[in-house]
């Protein structure tokens, strides 16, 4: 039977929660446990694929296909694992489950409440989940006393008494003058015991260290002894909170109240990783879009990061909105290199081309990542075969030239929805510069878009120079494109949901490699 920690959070959101289930995973796995983690999200949702960006950041995909929170990105980067769509769990969801039984009859005409048909339907996700592993985490999302979230609580309440289960509750430290206020942390262990649950070890999310005197007064009001009170301050970078838990020696604790055989970890390699970050020369790698906060890109951001230690170089993210480089292109005049992400809708399109045609015109190391590989399409067919009403059809539907189409209208056989979802099977040409950079013939790459290239004008733009050097044997979709002789590469899938710290993706690599080849320095002088 696994061992259950759950993560819960109180004062407010936002702490952090996703970051500290993610790291106490890296420690327990490198003491030699397999590690499951689940995030629960009680929102009516039934996934992220239609949250907006501006209000909950990036939408990441997994293998699968699952739209989930950009909490899954930190599991994978951090614990090294494969994250599965049922780990995935939100109201909308278990809601949708009952309901459907119901329909079918399956609760013998039953009364169908909350308790315990809502509660026994989270139970027995979160059990299906831990199958195999040692332990198994669980996040909370939100915080303690949020209505949406109770019968959550009273769910996991009812799997304390099935076997070995921790909470781990993590609560906001305000500082007013010099003191660190622990009153916040005092009313969210209250509330955390009015819902049936005692946490075993509390959490503080502080600006700077937890002073000893801070800990014994947590210690006294929320009856945990004051070794079981962590602090979690702020850091430098993410990837050391591992390192933090480990000096407050969490995992001895984790380990002692799960009844377990006391392991130490091997951080041996994590530590490795944490002395490179951050270090070597700058890089100015561009990222312009519609979106200006940086949670919508977190995963590019992350996997640029893994590419810098590996490259030897520190990349510095410039925010760029495509709506000013549409009125003046020199704006890219002092970046290395440019990303141009993935989107959906209009907005922004039009500076977002004007950025790819800068910098593929004065050969700046790019990467275009889904839409980006889209509007690279457009732009060259627009600027070199001469097609100046080149479109894709998600911007204009009027475009006399629909170089980007929906996938259905080119022919492609989309299995299971309009949206190209998850792990696709892309196959190389020999002798193309990706094939060159991944040094493999065939790789799989996790997909979210519904357009893509439009087989009638392969040839135009092909006879103009521009190569699409793979495609998916499996729907025959176009999957990426190059112009010889530089640094220009469009993908139609997301590379960065795979970059790991230990395993950072060769796209991100190569690019900034491209950018030490020409030289560290901006446009001017090239």
């Given at each position: 039977m696994p061992k259950y920690i759950v993560i819960t959070g109180g004062v407010m959101s936002g702490l952090g929660k996703g970051l500290l289930s993610a790291s106490i995973g890296r420690l327990l796995k490198a003491c030699g446990y397999t590690v499951a983690l689940t995030k629960i999200d009680p929102y009516l949702n039934f996934d992220a694929g239609t949250m907006s960006p501006f209000e909950h950041g990036e939408v990441f995909v997994l293998r699968d296909g699952g739209e989930v929170?950009?909490?899954?990105?930190?599991?994978?980067?951090?614990?090294?694992?494969?994250?599965?769509?049922?780990?995935?769990?939100?109201?909308?969801?278990?809601?949708?489950?009952?309901i459907r039984n119901e329909r079918k009859g399956n609760y013998l005409g039953k009364t169908i409440q909350l308790i315990p048909h809502v509660t026994d339907e989270i139970k027995r996700r979160i059990r299906d989940n831990s199958k195999g592993a040692d332990i198994s985490i669980i996040e909370l999302g939100g915080t303690v006393g949020d209505i949406e979230g109770l019968v959550f609580l009273e769910a996991i309440r009812q799997l304390r008494g099935e076997g070995a289960l921790i909470n781990i509750h993590l609560t906001f430290l305000p500082v007013q003058g010099i003191d660190q206020k622990t009153k916040p942390t005092q009313h969210s262990f209250i509330e955390m015991r009015r819902a049936g649950?005692?946490?075993?070890?509390?959490?503080?999310?502080?600006?700077?260290?937890?002073?000893?005197?801070?800990?014994?007064?947590?210690?006294?009001?929320?009856?945990?002894?004051?070794?079981?009170?962590?602090?979690?301050?702020?850091?430098?970078?993410?990837?050391?909170?591992?390192?933090?838990?480990y000096e407050e020696q969490i995992h001895k604790i984790i380990q002692t109240k799960l009844k377990l055989d006391v392991r130490e970890p091997d951080l041996g390699g994590w530590k490795q990783f944490t002395t490179m970050y951050g270090k070597g020369p700058k890089v100015k790698v561009g990222i312009v879009g519609k979106y200006a906060r940086g949670d919508t890109y977190l995963s590019i951001q992350e996997a640029l990061a893994h590419a810098g230690v590996e490259s030897g170089v520190n990349p510095e993210l410039i925010w760029i909105d495509s709506e000013v480089v549409e009125k003046n292109p020199s704006t890219l005049s002092e970046i290395d290199c440019m990303i141009t992400p993935g989107g959906f809708g209009t907005r922004g399109c039009e500076g977002k081309i004007a950025a790819i045609r800068y910098v593929?015109?004065?050969?700046?190391?790019?990467?275009?990542?889904?839409?980006?590989?889209?509007?690279?399409?457009?732009?060259?067919?627009?600027?070199?075969?001469?097609?100046?009403?080149?479109?894709?059809?998600?911007?204009?539907?009027?475009?006399?030239?629909?170089?980007?189409?929906?996938?259905?209208?080119?022919?492609?056989?989309?299995?299971?929805?309009?949206?190209?979802?998850?792990?696709?099977?892309?196959?190389?040409?020999?002798?193309?510069?990706?094939?060159?950079?991944?040094?493999?013939?065939?790789?799989?790459?996790?997909?979210?878009?519904?357009?893509?290239?439009?087989?009638?004008?392969?040839?135009?733009?092909?006879?103009?120079?521009?190569?699409?050097?793979?495609?998916?044997?499996?729907?025959?979709?176009?999957?990426?494109?190059?112009?010889?002789?530089?640094?220009f590469i469009g993908v139609q899938f997301h590379p960065e949901f795979q970059s790991r710290p230990n395993a950072p993706h060769p796209l991100f690599v190569n690019m900034l490699e491209a950018v030490k080849n020409i030289g560290l320095n901006s446009i001017k002088d090239r």
């Open positions: 929170d950009l909490d899954f990105g930190h599991y994978e980067r951090f614990v090294d694992i494969d994250a599965k769509r049922s780990h995935n769990i939100t109201t909308g969801i278990v809601f949708d489950k009952v649950l005692m946490p075993d070890i509390m959490v503080g999310r502080c600006k700077d260290k937890l002073r000893d005197s801070t800990k014994r007064k947590i210690s006294m009001f929320c009856s945990v002894k004051p070794e079981e009170v962590i602090s979690d301050h702020n850091l430098d970078n993410v990837y050391t909170l591992p390192l933090l838990l593929r015109e004065n050969k700046i190391p790019w990467l275009g990542l889904c839409l980006g590989f889209q509007l690279a399409v457009v732009e060259f067919a627009r600027n070199v075969v001469g097609l100046r009403g080149a479109n894709s059809t998600e911007m204009s539907e009027e475009t006399k030239d629909s170089v980007i189409i929906p996938h259905w209208e080119a022919g492609h056989n989309i299995m299971g929805g309009t949206m190209r979802l998850g792990d696709k099977k892309v196959v190389f040409r020999q002798g193309t510069e990706i094939q060159k950079i991944y040094g493999e013939d065939t790789v799989y790459e996790r997909h979210r878009h519904r357009y893509g290239l439009n087989p009638r004008y392969v040839d135009k733009l092909t006879d103009a120079g521009l190569v699409f050097s793979s495609v998916c044997p499996e729907d025959g979709t176009v999957e990426t494109l190059e112009i010889p002789d530089q640094y």
